[in-house]
Each structure stands twice: as structure tokens, then as C-alpha cells.
């Protein structure tokens, strides 16, 4: 390659070359100069008629194409930089592309597991026989997304349910609805202390006797009331700690006057049956 003919902008002059410069005339130095500056723009050769002065020339010629070397190395090594550079960034986003497609992928999964949460467990065959005529067409995928609706629906269903508890407990008073709302939002925790504590609190009191369900939520009566075993070896319930006799006989009650209304009792004649 003719180096010469490279395009720079510019070309270096080193300091230490001001010596030989000048030995020389003004005029002389002045010609070498703009010969210097001729080769290094467009690679031109000059005519001197005396040595020394093509001499000089001739160093700084060499200085010249060393210079136009390196710069050509390194614009063709920053070439190479960019490109790779370039490449790097394509795979990366391409990378980042797949990444996030199948991240969307997995997360249209969970939404539709999710959607999935209030089918019933007698759901249509259809939706889960995997051997049925539509479902062999089906890809891989859609059996993920059954697979992952079906561990949704398991995980989610709690053992202790609202329907159990209202037949356990036998004083259906009070609108179910709300009750089962107010169960619901109960920790599991504590889903599981009442079924472990109404057994032996509907042993120890009448229907007639109980709490309605939704004061004995309020109240946390599992908790003010903890049941106790008398000498006969049967259950009988301690009265709250928090509470004065006084209250307690409030509560219970007021409790009658719900029972009363709910069943759309006459109040004297409950009352009177009560104390015969």
C-alpha cells in the first residue's frame, strides 16, 4: 500500500530535528518546510538540486511514513473494535429479546393459572382428560398451562372451609354470606383453632345455648373461652377473663333476643317455655 497516499490531517514534527534545520538559510529551511508539508498532504516527491537538502527530506520523508502507518493501524484496529462491539450488542439484544418473550411466556402462564382459581372440582372431564380426541392436536404448552391450573386450584384449596364449619357449628343464624366473607378472611391459623375447639364447645352448651356464629367470631370466643374439663371428665367452658359476670350475662342475652327475632318467636312465650 502507498502510504503516501493515505489522508491524514496532520503530521509531526519532532523537536529534535531543529538542529539540522538550522544549519540551513532561511530560504532554505522555508523550501525543505513546505516540501515536508507537500509529501505529507498528498505524497509528492521534491527535486532538490543539493543533497543536504535532499538529505533532510529524506528523514523526515521516513518519519512521515511512519506516522501514516500507525495511523492507518490504528484506524483499521478501531474498525475491528466497532464491529465487534457491534456484534456483541446484537447477540445481547437478541438475547434479551428471547429472554423477554419467554418471560412473557411464563407470565401468561401464571395469569391463566390464576384465572383458573374458582373452577370447581367438577369441572367438565374435557378440560383435564389429556387422552380426549381434541386434546392429542394440543401442543406441549397447553399442557403446561393445565398442569400449572390444576397445582393452582390444589395449593389455593384450604381444608378448612366455611360449609364445613357452618354444618359442624348447628346454629344456622345469620346471613351465611356474610359469615362465609368473614371466615374467609380469617388466617388459616386460626381456621384451625376453631375446628379443633367447636367440637368440644357444641358438647358443652345446647344450640339454643351457643353463641350466634358471627358473635362467636367477633369475640374470638376459641380464645376468651378456653373449655375446660370438670371432675365428671366433661367439657365445660371458662368464662372470659376479660369480661365481669355482669357481662357475660349481657351478651348471652342479647344473644337470646337474635335468636328470638331470627326464628320469629313470640319473646314471652320462649321465655315461658324456657322456665317450665
Not at 101 to 108: K, N
Not at 169 to 182: F, N, T
Not at 193 to 208: C, D, G, K, L
Amino acid at each position: 500500500m502507498n502510504m503516501a497516499k493515505k489522508n491524514i490531517s496532520s503530521i509531526i514534527l519532532h523537536l529534535d530535528n531543529r538542529f539540522a534545520i538550522n544549519c540551513l538559510s532561511d530560504e532554505k529551511a522555508g523550501q525543505l518546510f513546505k516540501a515536508i508539508l507537500q509529501y505529507g498532504y498528498d505524497g509528492s516527491l521534491p527535486n532538490f538540486p543539493e543533497d543536504t537538502m535532499q538529505g533532510l527530506f529524506a528523514m523526515y520523508q521516513v518519519q512521515i511514513d511512519r506516522n501514516k502507518e500507525n495511523y492507518a493501524e490504528t484506524c483499521e484496529r478501531n474498525k475491528r473494535n466497532a464491529e465487534s462491539r457491534y456484534k456483541k450488542n446484537s447477540t445481547k439484544n437478541s438475547d434479551d429479546k428471547e429472554n423477554q418473550v419467554a418471560a412473557t411466556s411464563l407470565s401468561r402462564i401464571h395469569s391463566d393459572a390464576t384465572a383458573y382459581n374458582g373452577i370447581q372440582t367438577n369441572a367438565p372431564p374435557c378440560l383435564y382428560n389429556n387422552n380426549s380426541k381434541d386434546n392429542n392436536n394440543n401442543d406441549d404448552s397447553k399442557d403446561i398451562i393445565i398442569n400449572e391450573v390444576q397445582s393452582t386450584i390444589v395449593r389455593n384449596e384450604s381444608k378448612y372451609t366455611f360449609d364445613k364449619i357452618w354444618a359442624m357449628y348447628g346454629k344456622p343464624i345469620g346471613d351465611a354470606e356474610i359469615l362465609r366473607g368473614m371466615w374467609n378472611n380469617l388466617p388459616e391459623t386460626d381456621k384451625e383453632a376453631i375446628f379443633a375447639y367447636v367440637p368440644q364447645y357444641i358438647q358443652s352448651r345446647e344450640a339454643r345455648f351457643r353463641k350466634n356464629f358471627m358473635n362467636f367470631l367477633i369475640q374470638k370466643t376459641w380464645v376468651t373461652e378456653p373449655i375446660k374439663k370438670n371432675i365428671n371428665e366433661t367439657n365445660i367452658i371458662s368464662t372470659a377473663p376479660n369480661r365481669s359476670r355482669g357481662e357475660n350475662t349481657k351478651i348471652e342475652a342479647m344473644e337470646l333476643m337474635q335468636e328470638l327475632i331470627a326464628d320469629n318467636q313470640p319473646m314471652q312465650d320462649t321465655y315461658c317455655s324456657k322456665g317450665t
